[in-house]
């Protein structure tokens, strides 16, 4: 492993990066083998049945008050019930009271016999256990919208807009100058502030231009703040999943100083020689940013693939947030932890796969306690994924050995679509809550994952 301690200098105008310095030390240990035994610390059981929707991109919840009560959300690619789409989406909820041992299916908030398709659902929860879930809704004028419940999927507040033709229209119009217009939304992501209860969504504009916009709900979902780009000039390739603690929302993305959006602008609002990875905090809700490169190699190719770059705030230290990068064409899984708002940065870990082996779908997250989070699937020579997790007790500075969620790999089933993230994982006080699709059995359907850290030296 590489270790690295590196910072920042800017101009007095946060967003223009004038120059990075590096320093460097080698740790000779070994990677860590990723087919190692699912011990007894790991839970598993299967959350969605239905043999007739192939199942995908499952977020996972815990009331935050009460570790037995989980939730999952998911995607189902497929409803044979409604002649005509066969291939159109629902999205499935499923509950458990007894810490993911058993599960079962609730009312879906966003019905199947609605006349929006559901697709690319996200789901958090807040310190007082309030639900938020957000989908996609395709052949509407309100393009993402949002639900909340207060009592854990038992009854759900009414639909609102998080981003639609209403709110965009609004951010048209606070928004000036920025140069392509918000036309519609693609896969978004999702973070409550454990602190504050705000909640966070941003998403794409377009499918198009990677151009993402920032919207902030301070009100349980009732209502949501007017949507802000998080990069102005568009330059982006792409952003990743975004986190939040203590007010400030941070979210990581690349700039390519040779995109034709880049060479348009007479101000961008990082200046890069060669393409860099930006890390872009924000306080008042997206209004205005700032930004910090972080000193990674990404010129030459790298992480910039989708969703492959993650933030994740840790509530009991302000100012630290932990990034994680997928690098070399997944080969390796690179961590990143800065103590001060991304002035400064260190390399901290590296994952390196086994040869005829890459990592995918990866994710992290802080507990409140400021234990960091991993989890990823391992994919093998043959196909199959393993789905595996780390943690760090410290905040990202050592971890865990890295332990396989099951005891055989999983399959991922023929080439459909609707399983293009992790999408998630949960940390309490002493467990990991992830999920992941398999379709060993021949339907893709989604599982969880518990893992007692607590016992992980």
């Known amino acids: 492993m590489i270790a690295k301690s590196c910072s920042i200098a800017a101009a007095a105008m946060s ?64 409803d044979t019930s409604r002649l005509g789409l066969e291939g159109a989406g629902y999205c499935g909820v499923a509950r458990s009271f007894d810490g993911g041992k058993t599960w079962a299916e609730t009312t879906k908030p966003f019905a199947p016999s609605d006349p ?48 639609g033709a209403e709110q965009m229209a609004l951010a048209a119009l606070a928004n000036p100058g920025h140069r392509t217009p918000a036309i519609a939304a693609g896969r978004g992501f999702m973070a409550v502030d454990p602190l504050t209860g705000e909640v966070s969504v941003h998403s794409q504009e377009d499918g198009g231009v990677e151009g993402r916009w920032l919207t902030v709900s301070s009100d349980r979902g009732a209502t949501w703040s007017v949507p802000r780009p998080i990069d102005p000039d568009i330059q982006s390739s792409t952003a990743g999943a975004h986190s939040a603690a203590g007010g400030t929302i941070a979210v990581v993305y690349f700039v390519d100083p040779t995109s034709v959006q880049y060479l348009a602008s007479p101000t961008p609002a990082v200046v890069c020689e060669e393409r860099c990875a930006v890390f872009a905090t924000t306080t008042d809700q997206g209004l205005t940013w700032s930004r910090h490169v972080i000193p990674i190699d990404v010129a030459g190719g790298g992480p910039v693939t989708f969703p492959n770059h993650l933030v994740a705030a840790d509530p009991s230290r302000l100012g630290r947030f932990a990034v994680l990068f997928t690098t070399n064409s997944g080969s390796t899984l690179e961590f990143w932890v800065t103590p001060d708002n991304g002035e400064n940065w260190t390399q901290t870990k590296v994952l390196t796969a086994a040869t005829g082996e890459s990592f995918t779908k990866p994710w992290i997250a802080y507990s409140r306690g400021g234990t960091l989070g991993a989890v990823w699937r391992v994919q093998h020579a043959d196909g199959l994924l393993t ?71």
């Open 15 to 78: 967003a223009a990066i004038l120059s990075v310095s590096c320093s460097s030390s080698r740790d000779s240990a070994a990677p860590t083998d990723e087919r190692g035994n699912t011990s007894a610390l790991v839970q598993v059981s299967q959350v969605s049945t239905d043999p007739n929707l192939p199942a995908g991109e499952a977020w996972v919840i815990a009331d935050p008050r009460d570790a037995k009560k989980v939730m999952a959300i998911w995607l189902g690619t497929r």
């Open 116 to 163: 929006p398709i559901c697709g690319d659902p996200v789901g958090a929860v807040g310190p007082d256990g309030t639900v938020y879930l957000g989908a996609v809704q395709l052949g509407a004028t309100t393009w993402m919208a949002g639900l909340a419940s207060k009592d854990f999927g038992e009854t759900w507040e009414p639909r609102t807009e998080i981003f």
């Open 387 to 457: 789905p595996s997790a780390m943690v760090s007790k410290n905040g990202g500075t050592a971890f865990s050995e890295t332990v396989a969620l099951t005891k055989t790999p999983t399959s991922p089933g023929p080439g459909l679509p609707g399983d293009d993230c992790a999408c998630n994982l949960y940390l309490d006080a002493t467990t990991l809550s992830a999920t992941w699709s398999d379709a060993s059995s021949g339907q893709r359907q989604i599982f969880y994952g518990r893992l007692d850290y607590s016992r992980l030296k």
